[in-house]
């Protein structure tokens, strides 16, 4: 069965527009992310698809101090908010894979709903490392599935060239 549904701020958005152009932000003007535009984004990305509706993303919110030891080398594009975005444990590695794969079309959502309202998000694997799942203070059952850093691009960058799609794709008998 398939349900539909989309949030009202996205009936007339294109996505077409949003793919063909999709790229990570990585350079940030210093204004802030107004409270209200972020939490319609967060909600909008909890309309991902999760298996058995466990919802399995978890939101780090990071401060300067964390921010500063987890030592960016570009210090994530100097985004004015940084969000880990973590996947909760799970008792079987099916279960632990369903969640992983949930919380990344959750932050495909938010990239997506942030990007409507004119704002980039910089997708960074940087917390799944060793000293990032120590300075996160991530525990050992939990994966962290990135930091994202949020904000109002001061440059758009140019979509890379993407491999056509007819190479990727083969017919099974």
Not at 71 to 81: E, S, V
Not at 119 to 135: D, N
């Amino acid at each position: 069965m398939w349900i539909q549904i989309q949030p009202k701020e996205w009936t007339n958005y294109d996505y077409h527009r949003y793919y063909s152009n999709e790229k990570n932000d990585q350079a940030f003007r210093p204004d802030p992310v107004k409270e209200e535009e972020l939490n319609t984004w967060l909600e909008a990305a909890s309309y991902a698809p999760n298996h058995r509706m466990n919802e399995p993303w978890e939101l780090l919110f990071i401060g300067p101090q964390t921010r500063a030891a987890l030592n960016h080398k570009t210090d994530f594009g100097g985004a004015p908010l940084l969000i880990g975005v973590l996947s909760k444990p799970a008792a079987t590695t099916i279960e632990r894979e369903e969640n992983i794969m949930a919380v990344s079309c959750y932050i495909q959502n938010f990239m997506l709903a942030a990007h409507e309202a004119g704002a980039g998000v910089f997708w960074s694997s940087l917390g799944g490392t060793a000293k990032g799942r120590e300075v996160l203070g991530v525990p050992e059952e939990q994966d962290v599935i990135g930091v994202l850093a949020v904000g109002y691009p001061s440059e758009v960058p140019a979509a890379k060239q993407r491999t056509p799609m007819t190479d990727k794709i083969t017919y099974l008998p």
